[in-house]
C-alpha cells in the first residue's frame, strides 16, 4: 500500500480570552481544544511579521527543549495568515502573578529557582540560550513547580559558543548589551540572577527601582556601573541566597557563575532552615509571617522594637516573649530571622 508523503488535519479550538500581547505581531489567548476539551494556551502570530524560514521556529524550540521544567508544546499549526502555537494552560499563572498577590519565602524563592534552573541547564547542553528570563516566563505548574517559558527570542549557540538577541527587555539586559555583539551563556546566567532578585525584593519594590531607572534617564549607565538593580534586601532573605544573587549579577561576565550548574550546586547548598518568614505591608514599620503547623508567628518591627505574637488555631493570640526585643539593629533583626 503507497503511503502519502504529507498529510494535512484539522485542528480546532474556539477563543475565550485574550490573556497577553507580545508585541504588535503575535497574542496569547485562552482556549478550547474543540477534539479534547480541554483548556488550552494558544499563541497567534502572524505570518506577515516574520520570515517564511521563521514560521515555525519558535514551537520547534519548544519541542526539542522538552524537559520537566520547560513548557511543553502541543501542536502547531498554521492557517491563511497565522501561526498558532499550542501550549498547556497553567491554571495557578506565573511567578509574576503570584508574586503580585504576595511576596515569597526564601524558602519558595529557592524552590522555584530550581526549577527554572534546571530548565534553563536542559536548553544550555542543547546549544540554546533563552535571552528573556523573567517572572512572567516561569509558569507554576499544578504541582507548583516553576518552568521556563517563551523561546520567542531565543537563538543557537554559534561555534564560539555564542549568541545574539533580535530584542531584549530593558531591566534584564546585562551590562555587556551595550559594547558587545554577541554573548554567551553567561547573558542568560545574568538575567537568572535578576529574575531571583526580583523574587527576594518582590514586586513592588522592583517596580519602585524600574521607575527610578527610567526617571534618571540613564538605564545604561546605570545598569553598567551596577547602580540598578540597588541589591538590597530585607532581613529574611539569607545572606548565601543574596550571594548567589550577587555572584549571577556581576557586571564583568568572567566573574559570574560560568554555568548554571554551579548556580544550582550553591542553591542546594543553602541552610533549609528559617526560611519561611514572609513579608506583609505595614501601616507602620514592617511585617513578617510564619506558619509551624497550624501555629501562626506575627513578628512586627517598628523602629528598632519587635514585638511577636503565636497564633492557634482557634486565632488565639499570645505574645512570644522570645522575639520580642528592643535595640534592635539590622544585624540584629537578621538573626531574629534566622533563629526565629
Known sequence: MMISPCRRADVAFTYNAEIGQEGRNSKVYLANDDHLNQQIVIKEVLKNSVDFSEYFREARLLYISSH???????????????????????????VSSRMMREQLTAR????????????LH?????????????PNNLMLSDRDEALLADFGLSENIDYNQRAAPKLQYTTHIAPEYFTENSFGYTYDIFQAGMTIYRMAVGHNEFQ???????????????????????????????KPL???IKKCLELDPANRYQTVLDILNDLSSIEKC????????????KAWSRKDGSIEFLLNVVGNESTCYRINENSQRRRHGDMCQTGLTPAKLYKLLKEG
Open 242 to 244: 543574596q550571594n548567589v
Open 208 to 238: 519602585k527601582e524600574t521607575d527610578e531607572l527610567f526617571s534618571r534617564m540613564n538605564v545604561q549607565g546605570d545598569i553598567c556601573s551596577g547602580v540598578f538593580p540597588r541589591k538590597v534586601y530585607d532581613p529574611h532573605i539569607p
Open 68 to 94: 520537566p521544567n520547560v513548557v511543553q508544546i502541543n501542536f502547531a499549526a498554521q492557517d491563511e495568515n497565522n501561526i498558532y502555537i499550542s501550549m498547556p494552560y497553567y491554571a495557578k499563572g506565573s
Open 122 to 134: 536542559h536548553i544550555h547542553t542543547k546549544g540554546l540560550m533563552h535571552f528573556d528570563i523573567k
Open 108 to 119: 519558595e524563592i529557592i524552590r522555584y529557582s530550581l526549577h527554572f534552573l534546571n530548565g
Open 274 to 285: 528559617c526560611l519561611d518568614w514572609r513579608p506583609h505591608a505595614a501601616e507602620d514599620g
